[in-house]
Protein backbone atom coordinates (compact mmCIF):
# COMPACT_ATOMS: atom_id res chain seq x y z
CA UNK A 1 0.00 0.00 0.00
CA UNK A 2 1.45 3.29 -1.08
CA UNK A 3 1.86 6.39 1.32
CA UNK A 4 -1.78 8.04 1.21
CA UNK A 5 -1.50 11.16 -1.53
CA UNK A 6 2.44 11.04 -2.24
CA UNK A 7 2.99 13.42 -5.05
CA UNK A 8 7.06 14.01 -5.40
CA UNK A 9 9.97 14.92 -3.95
CA UNK A 10 9.43 18.37 -2.29
CA UNK A 11 12.58 19.50 -1.15
CA UNK A 12 15.95 18.16 -0.24
CA UNK A 13 17.70 19.43 3.08
CA UNK A 14 21.26 19.26 4.47
CA UNK A 15 23.50 20.79 6.92
CA UNK A 16 26.79 22.81 6.08
CA UNK A 17 29.54 24.38 8.25
CA UNK A 18 29.35 27.84 6.35
CA UNK A 19 26.69 29.16 4.76
CA UNK A 20 28.53 31.70 2.55
CA UNK A 21 30.66 29.21 1.56
CA UNK A 22 27.64 27.40 0.17
CA UNK A 23 25.82 29.78 -1.21
CA UNK A 24 28.66 30.69 -3.07
CA UNK A 25 28.78 27.04 -4.41
CA UNK A 26 25.18 26.13 -4.97
CA UNK A 27 24.82 29.75 -6.93
CA UNK A 28 28.52 30.33 -8.50
CA UNK A 29 29.30 27.14 -9.75
CA UNK A 30 25.96 24.77 -9.69
CA UNK A 31 23.59 27.54 -10.31
CA UNK A 32 20.98 27.13 -8.43
CA UNK A 33 18.99 30.05 -7.67
CA UNK A 34 18.86 31.35 -3.80
CA UNK A 35 14.74 32.10 -2.59
CA UNK A 36 15.31 33.05 1.48
CA UNK A 37 17.04 32.54 4.68
CA UNK A 38 14.91 31.98 7.77
CA UNK A 39 16.45 31.85 11.82
CA UNK A 40 17.44 31.42 14.15
CA UNK A 41 15.80 28.73 15.82
CA UNK A 42 16.54 27.47 19.34
CA UNK A 43 14.59 26.10 21.99
CA UNK A 44 15.11 25.78 25.90
CA UNK A 45 12.76 22.80 26.32
CA UNK A 46 13.16 19.37 24.96
CA UNK A 47 11.41 20.68 20.71
CA UNK A 48 14.28 20.12 18.91
CA UNK A 49 15.28 16.21 19.79
CA UNK A 50 11.46 15.53 19.68
CA UNK A 51 11.01 17.28 16.40
CA UNK A 52 14.12 17.17 14.71
CA UNK A 53 15.51 14.17 16.38
CA UNK A 54 18.96 16.47 17.22
CA UNK A 55 20.06 17.43 20.73
CA UNK A 56 18.00 19.36 22.53
CA UNK A 57 20.26 22.56 22.86
CA UNK A 58 21.06 22.66 19.11
CA UNK A 59 20.51 25.78 17.53
CA UNK A 60 19.75 25.88 13.74
CA UNK A 61 21.62 29.58 13.00
CA UNK A 62 20.35 30.55 9.59
CA UNK A 63 18.39 28.11 6.85
CA UNK A 64 18.69 29.38 3.34
CA UNK A 65 16.64 27.63 0.34
CA UNK A 66 17.78 27.66 -2.81
CA UNK A 67 15.95 26.08 -6.47
CA UNK A 68 18.23 24.08 -8.09
CA UNK A 69 17.22 23.59 -11.94
CA UNK A 70 13.85 24.94 -11.91
CA UNK A 71 12.77 22.78 -9.75
CA UNK A 72 14.29 20.62 -6.86
CA UNK A 73 14.09 22.84 -3.25
CA UNK A 74 17.84 22.84 -1.54
CA UNK A 75 17.10 23.39 2.52
CA UNK A 76 20.43 24.31 3.65
CA UNK A 77 21.04 24.69 7.21
CA UNK A 78 23.98 25.77 9.93
CA UNK A 79 23.34 23.95 12.96
CA UNK A 80 25.72 24.51 16.62
CA UNK A 81 24.75 21.38 18.49
CA UNK A 82 27.29 19.93 21.68
CA UNK A 83 26.98 16.79 20.07
CA UNK A 84 27.46 17.67 15.89
CA UNK A 85 29.37 15.25 13.97
CA UNK A 86 31.55 17.34 11.69
CA UNK A 87 32.51 14.85 8.70
CA UNK A 88 30.30 14.34 6.12
CA UNK A 89 28.95 10.60 5.94
CA UNK A 90 30.22 8.44 3.12
CA UNK A 91 28.16 6.45 0.90
CA UNK A 92 29.20 3.77 2.60
CA UNK A 93 28.15 4.50 5.80
CA UNK A 94 24.43 4.55 7.27
CA UNK A 95 22.98 7.30 6.44
CA UNK A 96 25.11 8.36 3.93
CA UNK A 97 23.77 9.56 0.88
CA UNK A 98 24.54 11.90 -2.62
CA UNK A 99 22.37 14.31 -4.28
CA UNK A 100 22.10 13.36 -8.05
CA UNK A 101 21.69 16.58 -10.92
CA UNK A 102 20.62 15.48 -13.89
CA UNK A 103 22.72 17.22 -16.89
CA UNK A 104 22.26 17.55 -20.67
CA UNK A 105 26.02 17.47 -21.64
CA UNK A 106 28.05 15.29 -18.78
CA UNK A 107 31.35 16.04 -20.34
CA UNK A 108 30.70 19.94 -21.13
CA UNK A 109 29.38 19.78 -16.46
CA UNK A 110 32.24 18.10 -15.98
CA UNK A 111 34.70 20.81 -17.53
CA UNK A 112 32.72 23.25 -15.80
CA UNK A 113 33.44 21.23 -12.11
CA UNK A 114 36.76 21.03 -13.01
CA UNK A 115 37.30 25.34 -14.42
CA UNK A 116 35.72 26.01 -10.63
CA UNK A 117 38.41 23.36 -8.89
CA UNK A 118 35.52 21.00 -7.72
CA UNK A 119 37.24 17.96 -6.84
CA UNK A 120 35.59 15.43 -9.28
CA UNK A 121 35.90 11.74 -8.19
CA UNK A 122 37.33 9.95 -11.21
CA UNK A 123 36.40 9.81 -14.83
CA UNK A 124 32.45 9.49 -16.05
CA UNK A 125 31.51 6.16 -15.61
CA UNK A 126 28.95 4.67 -18.53
CA UNK A 127 26.57 2.43 -16.63
CA UNK A 128 25.06 -1.25 -17.90
CA UNK A 129 22.65 -3.50 -17.77
CA UNK A 130 19.09 -1.43 -17.20
CA UNK A 131 21.01 1.86 -16.89
CA UNK A 132 22.96 1.59 -20.08
CA UNK A 133 22.61 4.59 -21.53
CA UNK A 134 23.64 6.53 -18.52
CA UNK A 135 26.61 8.44 -17.62
CA UNK A 136 28.04 9.21 -14.21
CA UNK A 137 30.55 10.93 -11.86
CA UNK A 138 30.62 11.82 -8.20
CA UNK A 139 31.63 15.07 -7.15
CA UNK A 140 32.76 16.66 -3.83
CA UNK A 141 31.31 20.04 -2.24
CA UNK A 142 33.45 22.29 -0.59
CA UNK A 143 32.13 20.69 2.79
CA UNK A 144 32.50 17.28 1.60
CA UNK A 145 29.26 16.36 0.91
CA UNK A 146 28.28 14.08 -2.09
CA UNK A 147 26.81 15.18 -5.24
CA UNK A 148 26.49 13.40 -8.51
CA UNK A 149 26.04 14.44 -12.37
CA UNK A 150 24.25 12.01 -14.30
CA UNK A 151 22.82 12.09 -18.03
CA UNK A 152 20.96 9.79 -20.41
CA UNK A 153 19.78 11.74 -23.22
CA UNK A 154 18.49 8.93 -25.03
CA UNK A 155 17.43 7.20 -22.29
CA UNK A 156 17.88 3.95 -20.27
CA UNK A 157 17.97 0.69 -21.72
CA UNK A 158 15.54 0.10 -18.84
CA UNK A 159 13.46 3.03 -20.10
CA UNK A 160 13.23 1.98 -23.74
CA UNK A 161 12.80 -1.76 -22.54
CA UNK A 162 8.72 -0.96 -21.27
CA UNK A 163 10.17 -2.70 -18.42
CA UNK A 164 8.56 0.63 -16.74
CA UNK A 165 5.27 -0.37 -17.88
CA UNK A 166 4.88 -3.85 -16.84
CA UNK A 167 6.61 -2.98 -13.36
CA UNK A 168 4.27 -0.35 -12.53
CA UNK A 169 1.17 -3.04 -14.25
CA UNK A 170 2.56 -5.15 -11.82
CA UNK A 171 3.41 -7.24 -14.65
Known amino acids: MALPGLRGVDHIGFTVPDLDQARRFLVEVLGCEYLYSVGPFRHDDDWMAEHLAVHPRAVMRRLDFYRCGGQAIFEVFRYEAPDQQPDPPRNSDV??????????????AVAHLHAHGVRVLGAPTASSGPSRGQRWVYFLAPWGMQFELVSYPDGKAFDRSGAAVRDARGD
Not at 96 to 106: N, P
Open 95 to 108: GGHHVALYVDDLDA
